[in-house]
């Protein structure tokens, strides 16, 4: 067994900065070094500071801020800790006490003197070649911290619904942004562990091929262009073919290989493709991500999809881990995947894996739709921000429940008058009609279409708030950022009201 990796080998041991120099000198080093992910900050040879990439950056938004001291945007008493004290025992001490300090950055010594800085995603490399104890460790950080990055992620988009002067919003998005990315990083570190274990979760429905892609290629369009690459999104099958697999898995293998290929071809030419064969048991699918970048050595090569820290030529921990789960989901699917280099520059990563098909389109509808009979509840989400009806979507998904999503309350009220949900979601603050409003309307729907249950969800849940919530006809209220447990609890309580009905007369009879 590999020795256990102490914080020394982890660590960023590039110079401190003086806490009285400005902070345009720390910018300069982030602008520069994509790879520079926090700096220490020192008085003389004493830690007294940390600034780390995500919150810095979004703080020189502000006008003049780079011209201030740098003591000024640190973050004041920073967690320090001895190059020799093994990963996994540092990090087991930091969630007891400063788990804050995980993301924000800490400062590493030895022998008392300043040896380098470290974050969460240097860590991983160290924890994931821990033993099994260690394993268990990367996904007990991931939910820890995942609930702080979350709450910073809602306040944000709670924010940018105020109306901000637009250096403020700017910042406040930039915040965003810094927690979106926080938690795609913890949720591919426990997945990774979780595919390692051998328990991945894999979950295949009816799903159109040329739909896949098409997505795949909307989501990298914009970021292919700023970074001045040509990406070019193929598909190489019947237009309306469907086949029963795990769409999201396979977009998130699409977006690893994309995204070390981005990592390596600065200006150059990225091919993403998606062919449809005949297979023994339905259809083989044949991926193919295709760059021009650097010259790959074989060991290089070989060490695409290995452990964090094996091939962190460019991209970072983040995107590292995302190729080793991206591998760990083809073979979960049964398949298969090869890095090869390109008779020229570059190289070019595959995936093939077998698929059942889903005859036609209509046949996918119907599966779809049959599903969908089998599901303890239809639900109706209302919400004007995307990502958080994409949140809610998918802990609806994990509960078992299928869902519609309407983006305002006029829209909400349309909807309601089919009768077709069990429960309504509903946000509060929403243009054109509020969801107080529209809890209203729907109260005066005849029948079921007005006697459905409707659920707050929002961050202002005061007293006084609450009643008014309940005067207007819903049931009750889950607080953002919303905890799975809660949302649970609550629609648990909703349905137990639709169901209890039936039953009473049941047992009357």
């Excluded at 077998?354 to 119907?366: P, V, W």
Aim: hydrophobic share 50%.
């Amino acid at each position: 067994m590999a020795p256990m990796q102490t914080l020394g080998d982890l660590i960023d041991q590039r110079p401190a900065i003086s806490a009285g120099k400005p902070c345009e000198e720390a910018l300069a080093a982030f602008v520069h070094d994509l790879d520079c992910r926090c700096l220490a900050v020192v008085e003389g040879d004493r830690p007294v500071g940390v600034v780390h990439r995500d919150a810095f950056m979004a703080r020189m938004e502000a006008a003049g801020a780079s011209g201030r001291a740098l003591r000024d945007a640190a973050e004041p008493d920073p967690l320090v800790a001895d190059a020799a004290e093994p990963a996994p025992t540092f990090v087991e001490r930091a969630l007891r006490h400063r788990p804050a300090a995980l993301l924000a950055g800490f400062i590493v010594t030895r022998d008392g003197a300043y040896a380098g800085v470290c974050d969460l995603a240097m860590l991983m490399p160290g924890l994931s070649a821990a033993p099994p104890t260690g394993a268990g460790l990367i996904e007990r950080v991931c939910a820890e911290v995942r609930d702080p990055v979350a709450h910073m992620r809602s306040a944000a988009e709670g924010l940018l619904r105020l109306r901000l002067p637009d250096a403020a919003a700017a910042h406040v998005a930039t915040i965003g942004e810094a927690s979106e990315a926080a938690l795609s990083l913890l949720d591919v570190a426990a997945d990774l562990q979780r595919a390692e274990a051998g328990r991945l979760d894999i979950n295949p429905a009816p799903h159109r091929l040329q739909e896949l892609m098409d997505r795949i290629e909307a989501s990298w369009r914009d970021e292919a262009q700023v970074a001045g690459v040509t990406l070019l999104v193929s598909y190489d099958g019947a237009p309306d073919c469907a086949a029963v697999i795990d769409s999201a898995r396979l977009e998130q293998v699409f977006d690893a290989l994309i995204g070390h290929a981005m990592a390596q071809s600065r200006r150059g030419v990225i091919e993403a493709s998606l062919q449809v064969r005949a297979g023994d048991a339905g259809m083989a699918l044949v991926g193919k991500v295709r760059d021009n970048g650097v010259a790959y050595s074989p060991a290089r090569l070989a060490a695409m999809f290995g452990a964090a820290g094996q091939a962190l030529e460019e991209g970072g921990v983040g995107l590292q881990l995302a190729l080793g789960l991206a591998q760990h989901a083809i073979v979960a699917m049964g398949g298969t995947m090869e890095a090869k280099p390109n008779p020229g520059p570059g190289a070019t990563v595959s995936f093939e894996l077998a698929a059942l098909a889903a005859a036609d389109t209509k046949a996918a509808d119907e599966m779809t739709a049959a599903g969908a009979g089998r599901r303890a509840a239809h639900i109706l989400v209302v919400d004007d921000n995307a990502t958080n009806r994409m949140v809610v979507e998918a802990l609806c998904e994990m509960f078992d429940c299928s869902t519609e999503s309407v983006v305002d309350g006029v829209e909400a009220v349309d909807a309601a008058k089919a009768g077709r949900f069990d429960v309504i979601l509903m946000d509060i603050k929403m243009p054109r009609m509020d969801g107080v409003t529209a809890s209203r309307e729907i109260r005066k729907l005849a029948g079921h279409a007005g006697q459905v249950p409707i659920i707050a969800l929002t961050a202002n849940a005061d007293a006084d708030e609450v009643a008014q919530y309940l005067a207007a006809g819903m049931r009750s209220v889950v607080e953002k950022p919303i905890k799975p447990e809660k949302l649970m609890e609550a629609l648990d309580a909703a349905l137990a009201e639709r169901v209890a009905p039936p039953q009473s007369n049941a047992a009357a009879a």
